[in-house]
């Protein structure tokens, strides 16, 4: 059975049904799932500001921001009731987000993701391996932006990638 979203949720029909993240993406030519990205990143990560009040909004602030991104998410639903009150109780005591069993699966399914996207803009072999072909063409991505040519998806990279910068 398929559920309507809630208008909250809804994307506006205006603009073809793209979203500015969406677009964003496909004008970067990505092809790896691009259009299904951009909604992701749309509905659980927005921009800041472009999602006022939402559910995901502190979500999409530690997000762009470089933070804890994920916890932020279970805080605010994401993977159900139990979760959200596991990680509340995690919070309360001061430990470290990582003891909820989802955070390090998820982190590292992000990590693949956003490594696989890295190779798509580059232009390089897409197979979510970060190797020295991978590593080389983003330190010539790097300085031609005039950031740190680290190599590495570190946030200043990231940053520069999403158009956050």
Known sequence: MHRRRPASVRRPASNG???PVTRDIAA???RFHGAFLGAWCEQFVPRPGTRPGGLYE??????WAGGDWFTEMILAGYKGRPSKSKMRAIRARGAASTEHPSVAAHRSMARDILTRWAQTLL????DGDFGTKSANALRAWQIARGIPATGTLDAATVA??????
Do not use: K, W
């Open 17 to 19: 049904g793209r979203s």
């Open 160 to 165: 520069t990638l999403t158009g956050a910068a």
């Open 28 to 30: 970067s030519g990505i």
């Open 123 to 126: 232009g390089v072999g897409v």
């Open 58 to 63: 502190a979500t999409g602030q530690a997000f």
